[in-house]
């Protein structure tokens, strides 16, 4: 459950042009933007728990920031989803399925299972090209 709040802030104050890009302004920012369905009481566990990981901090009026390290994890996590959601929609998803199919595998798939998908993106956009190449010859 901490990784995917990793991603949670990571995603809302990378992505909201509202909020600083470092800040949220506290844990009712992570609960509301969550829509993975998780209760207020284990929003405010996972929080605790990367706080007390040293992964993020809380200042005194509540504002969450995301350390250094933390910042590192959220990114890994990012990059993890925007693949896996790639692969999911190559192969006939709909968008917000795999979207919402990607939030959930990032956190669980090895990494033997991700690095073959990477792969497996990599050569289907190669092929893209390929083909798009051959048309533009023709």
């Not at 600083?20 to 369905?37: A, E, I, M, P, T």
């Not at 990114?75 to 693949?83: D, E, F, G, Q, S």
């Amino acid at each position: 459950v901490l990784y995917i709040f990793f991603f949670f802030l990571f995603f809302f104050q990378a992505e909201d042009g509202i909020r600083d890009f470092c800040l949220s302004r506290g844990l009712g920012d992570v609960y509301k933007r969550q829509y993975l369905n998780y209760s207020k009481a284990s929003v405010s566990v996972a929080v605790r728990g990367l706080l007390a990981d040293g992964y993020v901090i809380k200042d005194r009026y509540g504002s969450i920031e995301l350390t250094e390290e933390g910042r590192k994890i959220a990114k890994k996590i990012y990059a993890r989803h925007v693949l896996l959601e790639e692969f999911l929609r190559r192969i006939g998803v709909s968008s917000e399925t795999a979207n919402h199919d990607a939030c959930r595998m990032e956190h669980t798939i090895s990494e033997e299972s991700y690095k073959k998908i990477q792969e497996l993106v990599r050569k289907m956009k190669e092929e893209n090209t390929l083909n798009e190449e051959m048309k533009l010859t023709n």
